[in-house]
């Protein structure tokens, strides 16, 4: 079945130093890999996806992220965390094997601490 | 262009009535979803169509929760005889495959 694990609920770090938040996927085909970021109150905005290509993506706001098919593995980094930054993240997968159907990680709040 | 918009943006009402909320997706996508989030929590399926096939139920917590959509754009979920449990914001997504959802902003719905 196809599934997407986010470990992590919470994730705290200190600004200016490295974060991840980790995501790993499950599917039949080959996935689709997104990332999502949502701020207090506010919907979900899109950051980055790895669809074939490169396995390091770029996405908005510094972010970036490695898929890295042998760990079925899809962590999202940014190299310097800043306080703006804190949010609740989700990850998603869409099977190529099972149309349009996304399939969604609980989520993990990242805190940045000043 | 414009995104996804949703409306209304914010609904209180009486549980055992219904409720109908409304999904514009972008223009041309042809997926279209719908998610229910509580508060600070994850998001949880509920409906999904793609273009002229059947849409995807298995979602849908109950049968009072419907939805249906109209000449392959705008979408409208409904909810008959709310209770509280209902209580959360509803999100509406549309997508061109095989890329990313654009999400609207969202229905927050309070049953009381």
């Known amino acids: 079945a196809q599934s997407v694990a986010q470990p992590e609920d919470q994730v705290n770090v200190a600004e200016g130093n490295p974060l991840t938040v980790k995501c790993t996927y499950s599917v039949s085909g080959n996935p689709y890999l997104f990332w999502y970021v949502q701020y207090p109150n506010r919907g979900l905005q899109f950051l980055l996806k790895y669809i074939t290509g490169d396995n390091l993506v770029k996405g908005s706001y510094g972010f970036e992220a490695e898929f890295n098919k042998s760990q079925t593995s899809f962590h999202l980094k940014k190299p310097s965390a800043l306080v703006s930054d804190s949010a609740l993240y989700f990850c998603a997968v869409r099977d190529e094997n099972t149309g349009n159907q996304f399939y969604f990680g609980t989520g993990t709040s990242l805190t940045v601490i000043p | 262009g414009a995104g996804v918009s949703q409306s209304p943006s914010n609904k209180v009402t009486e549980k055992g009535k219904d409720v109908e909320l409304r999904c514009d997706p972008i223009s041309g996508h042809t997926a279209l979803y719908w998610y229910r989030q509580s508060l600070g929590q994850g998001l949880e399926f509920l409906i999904y169509f793609q273009g002229n096939s059947a849409p995807d139920k298995s979602g849908l917590p109950s049968d009072r929760f419907s939805a249906e959509r109209t000449g392959g754009s705008v979408s409208t979920l409904t909810i008959q005889r709310t209770q509280q449990e209902d209580s959360a914001v509803y999100l509406c997504?549309?997508?061109?495959?095989?890329?990313?959802?654009?999400f609207g902003p969202g229905t927050r719905l309070t049953v009381t």
């Open positions: 997504a549309s997508s061109l495959a095989p890329g990313e959802q654009y």
